[in-house]
């Protein structure tokens, strides 16, 4: 079991940046690959990114490719994203997710552990 807290979200103009961390505690984050998705108001959740568990390969949504990315600390069993560049369509709340499955890594039914999520709000 492992538990995951998310971090770092907040109020930001369009085109500020934000940095949102996903911190694990309960087991080691190196088994499993992780991932953010968010959801915003009156949608479904949806993929942003994820990453392999040794951090050599990293996917990400069209929708914020070339803005975002995602990158680990497993000696501080923490998942980051950073989110530059961003737009009031980023609003949003984003969760990181735990997986032990692998590919394909943009479906959050391959998850098994999730966070509470953190609010991410771009005004414009």
């Known amino acids: 079991q492992v538990q995951l807290v998310e971090s770092g979200g907040g109020s930001v103009q369009a085109g500020g940046s934000l940095r949102l961390s996903c911190a694990a505690s309960?087991?080691?984050?190196?088994?499993?690959?992780m991932a953010w998705f968010r959801q915003a108001p009156g949608k479904e959740r949806e993929f942003v990114a994820a990453?392999?568990?040794?951090?050599?390969?990293?996917y990400y949504a069209d929708s914020v490719k070339g803005r975002f990315t995602i990158s680990r600390d497993n000696a501080k069993y923490t998942v980051y994203l950073q989110m530059n560049s961003l737009k009031p369509e980023d609003t949003a709340v984003y969760y990181c997710?735990?997986?032990?499955?692998?590919?394909?890594?943009?479906?959050?039914?391959?998850?098994?552990?999730w966070g509470q999520g953190t609010q991410v709000t771009v005004s414009s």
């Open positions: 997710a735990a997986t032990g499955a692998s590919w394909p890594l943009d479906s959050q039914r391959r998850y098994a552990y």
């Open positions: 309960g087991r080691a984050l190196s088994p499993y690959n």
């Open positions: 990453i392999t568990w040794s951090g050599g390969t990293t």
